[in-house]
Nanobody, 129 residues
Framework: QVHLVEFGGDSVQAGGSLRLSCVVS????????MGWFRQAPGKQREAVAV???????IYADSVRGRFTISKDNAKNTLYLQLNSLKVEDSATYYC???????????????????????WGQGTQVTVSS
């Protein structure tokens, strides 16, 4: 069983930055495909960024070039650096994980219809103009 806990959500002004953290317990996350999702009120949940066990990454078009996903295996922590934040980035952000050797690209595609098994509780990001 994998347990995920997110930290770092906050209220910031447009153009600002945040770093979200997701602490993983239960298993090391070196052998998992992991990602960040977000969901705004009234909108569908969407995958934002995915990283696989080899460290390859993929991003949604809406955040590419502004957000960076990374992980520290020694600290069992997944990160999402959010830069140049926009009002439309406001949402609850969730980290998620699946066991196995999916690549980041595979995870991004598979998770559209078959969501990851493990989820955190979410952390709120609010961006004001």
């Amino acid at each position: 069983q994998v347990h995920l806990v997110e930290f770092g959500g906050d209220s910031v002004q447009a153009g600002g930055s945040l770093r979200l953290s997701c602490v993983v317990s239960g298993h090391t996350h070196s052998g998992y495909c992991m990602g960040w999702f977000r969901q705004a009120p009234g909108k569908q949940r969407e995958a934002v960024a995915v990283i696989d066990s080899d460290g390859s990454t993929i991003y949604a078009d809406s955040v590419r070039g502004r957000f960076t996903i990374s992980k520290d295996n020694a600290k069992n922590t997944l990160y999402l650096q959010l830069n140049s934040l926009k009002v439309e980035d406001s949402a609850t952000y969730y980290c998620a994980a699946d066991e196995g050797r999916m690549t980041a690209i595979e995870g991004f595609e598979v998770w559209r219809d078959d969501p990851p098994h493990y989820w955190g509780q979410g952390t709120q990001v609010t961006v004001s103009s």
